[in-house]
């Protein structure tokens, strides 16, 4: 799609950006996306080293992971006693 454009078509839109919102406010926008993508790279790191600490970490369970015989309720206080 955006194959065709050349430097010509860049500096257009560019020229553009600029008489539509002026220097200063794409400079702030350019340095939004900076921060943005910062703060991405850093949650992106942080995802990576807890997905690594988990793989080390062996899983402890409370309870034995063999099959256990369900016990059933006791529902005689829900029944309603008839007369």
Same mark, same amino acid.
């Given at each position: 799609?955006? +194959? !065709?454009?050349?430097?010509?078509? /860049? @500096? #257009?839109?560019? $020229? #553009? $950006?600029i #008489? $539509?919102?002026?220097? !200063?406010?794409? %400079? =702030? #926008?350019?340095?939004? @996306?900076?921060? %943005?993508?910062?703060?991405? &790279?850093? %949650?992106?790191?942080?995802v990576? !080293?807890?997905k %690594?600490? @988990? &793989?080390?970490?062996? /899983?402890?369970? =409370?309870?034995?992971?063999?099959?256990?015989?369900? &016990?059933? @309720?006791?529902?005689?206080?829900?029944? &309603? +006693?008839?007369?």
């Amino acid at each position: 799609m955006f +194959n !065709n454009i050349g430097t010509t078509e /860049i @500096l #257009v839109i560019i $020229l #553009v $950006l600029i #008489v $539509l919102f002026g220097g !200063n406010k794409i %400079a =702030d #926008v350019a340095k939004g @996306l900076g921060e %943005a993508t910062k703060e991405f &790279k850093k %949650a992106q790191k942080e995802v990576e !080293n807890t997905k %690594a600490e @988990l &793989k080390k970490e062996p /899983i402890i369970e =409370d309870e034995p992971s063999l099959p256990t015989k369900k &016990k059933k @309720l006791k529902t005689h206080h829900l029944k &309603k +006693n008839k007369k």
